[in-house]
């Protein structure tokens, strides 16, 4: 069974920085685009990143390129989302998942991040 | 940047009826569309991609149908356990950002 769990999130400051990981487990972890999506409270989804199987083609949503970096270690099973000069508009669930096309989307149960003072 | 809108953005439907959502994309994305629903405090879970076909486990009156720009998502003989939220997004363009509508709140009549 596919497993995602996020860890990292947490009440950070304007400006703040946090690391997001995101272990998965169940499916051969190598094989796969992964992504990250977040959900601020009361809102939609939005895509913020994406990174291929091998970790070699990245992609940013614009609200977040030059502050966000996602990365991955293939041999841990693990995903993971750095985040740099906080705002408020980045409050959210960070969510990771497996893929964002056809049959493949699965979804961890995503980590809260806060950011205020 | 392909626009996801959907509508109603709230629909109230009796149980045991029939809900019919749709999801309408700024440019075409051919089928490359899935529907998600989430319920309150959970993760989105995955119900139909490639705007047709159901994903594993996903009970049959949950339907997808459309093409190019203009998709439905119809759950017939609805259950208490399907008033959610429900969101479309497309996985047609390279690079890959993806994006979702703004959902729309299924509830109870």
């Known amino acids: 069974e596919v497993h995602l769990e996020e860890s990292g999130g947490g009440l950070v400051q304007p400006g703040g920085s946090l690391r997001l990981s995101c272990a998965a487990s169940g499916f051969t972890f190598r094989s796969y685009s992964m992504n990250w999506v977040r959900q601020a409270p009361g809102k939609g989804l939005e895509w913020v990143s994406y990174?291929?199987?091998?970790?070699?083609?990245?992609y940013y949503a614009d609200s977040v390129k030059g502050r966000f970096t996602i990365s991955r270690d293939n041999a841990r099973n693990s995903l993971y989302l750095q985040i740099n000069s906080l705002r408020g508009e980045d409050t959210a669930v960070y969510y990771c998942?497996?893929?964002?096309?056809?049959?493949?989307?699965?979804w961890g149960q995503g980590t809260l991040v806060t950011v205020s003072s | 940047e392909i626009v996801m809108t959907q509508s109603p953005a709230t629909l109230s439907v009796s149980p045991g009826e029939r809900a019919t959502l749709s999801c309408r994309a700024s440019?075409?994305?051919?089928?490359?569309l899935a529907w998600y629903q989430q319920k309150r405090g959970q993760a989105p879970r995955l119900l139909i991609h490639?705007?047709?076909t159901r994903a594993t486990g996903v009970p049959a009156r949950f339907s997808g149908s459309g093409s190019g720009t203009e998709f439905t998502l119809t759950i017939n003989s609805l259950q208490s356990e399907d008033f959610a939220v429900y969101y479309c997004?497309?996985?047609?363009?390279?690079?890959?950002?993806?994006?979702f509508g703004q959902g729309t709140k299924l509830e109870i009549k």
């Open positions: 490639d705007a047709s």
């Open positions: 998942t497996r893929s964002l096309s056809g049959d493949a989307p699965s």
């Open positions: 990174i291929s199987s091998s970790g070699d083609t990245i």
């Open positions: 440019q075409s994305v051919s089928t490359n």
């Open positions: 997004q497309q996985y047609n363009n390279w690079p890959p950002m993806y994006t």
